[in-house]
């Protein structure tokens, strides 16, 4: 279970943010209401994603950061940008911009980190190719649309 949380927030990920500053702006109103990631090799993060608040913390985050030992509400202060929204699946699969790698970040429900892209987009990039974080992940890279 700790290689997986390692993989979604790292230390030095949470030490970067505590440095990171700025903000990128974006409306809610503006981006989609849904993004959609298919071919994925990790199933589970295949699927229909909606669109959230920024400032609601998705529930893996949060079960990644208790086990552990951050404080939940502020890391997700410190690395999202309290601006773009993130997107969630029926099972739990978020993604969401991460201000400190300036990355677009797609986790399992228990909040591990599956893929990730640098891009300062205000929405997850629908080209360009998405890095795993697994072996598993590797198989097959996801595909995004609106």
Same mark, same amino acid.
């Given at each position: ?18 440095? @990171? !500053?700025?903000? =990128?702006?974006?409306?809610?109103? +503006?981006? #989609? ?7 994925? /090799?990790? &199933? ?14 998705? @529930? !893996?985050?949060? =079960?990644?950061?208790?086990?552990? +030992?951050? #404080? ?7 690395? /999202?940008? &309290? ?37 300062? &987009? ?25």
């Amino acid at each position: 279970a700790g290689r997986k949380l390692a993989s979604s927030l790292s230390s030095a990920a949470a030490a970067r943010a505590s440095s @990171a !500053g700025g903000s =990128a702006g974006g409306a809610m109103g +503006s981006c #989609p209401q849904r993004v959609v990631v298919a071919g994925a /090799s990790v &199933g589970e993060v295949n699927g229909e994603y909606g669109v959230r608040a920024p400032d609601v913390v998705p @529930a !893996g985050f949060t =079960a990644t950061c208790e086990q552990m +030992s951050w #404080p939940a509400e502020a890391t997700w202060k410190k690395l /999202s940008d &309290g601006a773009r929204p993130w997107f969630e699946s029926a099972n739990g699969s978020y993604i969401y911009w991460n201000r400190s790698d300036g990355c677009w970040w797609i986790d399992a429900p228990s909040g591990a980190g599956v893929y990730i892209q640098k891009n300062s &987009g205000e929405i997850p990039p629908l080209d360009g190719a998405w890095e795993p974080l697994t072996k598993q992940a590797a198989g097959a890279l996801p595909r995004l649309s609106i």
